[in-house]
């Protein structure tokens, strides 16, 4: 608190008072005076801002020095048992910014500005830094940017039937579902909503199944592909089949047909075990080759 000069010839005896902008004479202050819980009880002599400092008393003993302005105002009515909020703070006790209400200071400060602990209107109660509220950052406690819990107990969602609410997660509300095939899960309503999920995770399994053709127990998919070079992507070689085997500091060439493994053999250069791959395929060949033929030979009957 920076004072000015104790001797300015603004300071009466014991009474002082401040003429607003619009002409209006704002309350006196002096010895004596009662603001809320305090007690006017002497000047000190020291000056704020142009304003006299007046040394006040408490309803429960503690003294506080305050400014002429901050009196007549009353922004300060207590030596800080009760309120929180420090001299020279605003006081925002009741005001609602958005959704949220401001309850009471909590007597700290956060990026340089007081925090508030404040009421939103869901219920939840959170604190806030002040120049959040006042700048109109913050309007919620976060529930005004999802969507507002709905009531989907009974409801269907593809093989999804909600069957009670499962909280919070993340800012979204969950739901507990049972799924046809009887297993129970918890997916998030915005997931609900959008139709990303309809299942536990059986039907995707399901569509992948029905996808993956089998004939005498092979993957006609896969081969193909295989023959396609398609890669998955944690394969180092280059090439189908085909893996490093660290241990031994070999290539190692394999192969699947028909439900089983078959191992091509470990080779100290991945060209030769590349060869080895590409011999196993030619049984692929044949295997496709045969498959095709069957489908043509169906497709004329039919």
Known sequence: MEFGDPDDNRTGDAMESEETKAGQVRRKIGIGCRVGRLQVEEATGLRKNGYTVWRCRCSCGGEILLDTRCLQRGTVTDCGCISKVKPGQRDITGMRFGRLTALESTGEMMYESAVWKCMCECG???????RQLTLGYRKSCGCLGHPARKDYIGRRFGRLTVTEYAGKCGGMHQWKCVCDCGRETIVGQTRLQTGKTKSCGCLQS?????????????????????????????NTSGHTGVYRDKKRSKWVAQITFKGKTYYLGAYDDKTEAVRARERGEEMHEDFLERYYADITKSNKEV
């Open 124 to 130: 939840n109660v959170i604190n806030v830094p002040l």
């Open 206 to 234: 399901e569509i992948y199944r029905k996808n993956l053709k089998l004939i005498d127990g092979t993957s006609v998919t896969i081969l193909e592909a295989g023959k396609n070079h398609g890669l998955i992507s944690s």
